[in-house]
């Protein structure tokens, strides 16, 4: 397993931009996808984006597509997600989660580790 620390949440305007990273700790983090998810309040957990091991694939959620890029830095034990264009329906707590798995999915159920979360808030 990996221990995961989210950073970079914050308040921004509409239209601005923000960068989360997920630092993570332990052992052999390039042999893990990696997903970013948000959770609204009152509402389920649903997937943002994801790489996988070797940051050859990326996949989105299309609400956020052509907006938000997911990257890692394997040397740096990192996975980043920049999140331009903010929208106020973007305003969620952002987590970070890791998948031991040389395929990575979008299903929670899949990941089993995971961050505690950042707070975005997109203002209007």
């Known amino acids: 397993q990996v221990q995961l620390v989210e950073s970079g949440g914050g308040l921004v305007q509409a239209g601005g931009s923000l960068r989360l990273s997920c630092a993570a700790s332990?052992?052999?983090?390039?042999?893990?996808?990696m997903g970013w998810f948000r959770q609204a309040p009152g509402k389920e957990r649903v997937f943002v984006a994801a790489?996988?091991?070797?940051?050859?694939?990326?996949y989105y959620a299309d609400s956020v597509k052509g907006r938000f890029t997911i990257s890692r830095d394997n040397a740096k034990n990192t996975v980043y997600l920049q999140m331009n264009s903010l929208k106020p329906e973007d305003t969620a707590v952002y987590y970070c989660?890791?998948?031991?798995?040389?395929?990575?999915?979008?299903?929670?159920?899949?990941?089993?580790?995971w961050g505690q979360g950042t707070q975005v808030t997109v203002s209007s």
């Open positions: 790489i996988n091991w070797s940051g050859a694939r990326t």
């Open positions: 332990g052992r052999a983090f390039s042999s893990y996808g």
């Open positions: 989660a890791a998948q031991r798995s040389s395929v990575v999915t979008r299903n929670t159920g899949d990941f089993g580790s």
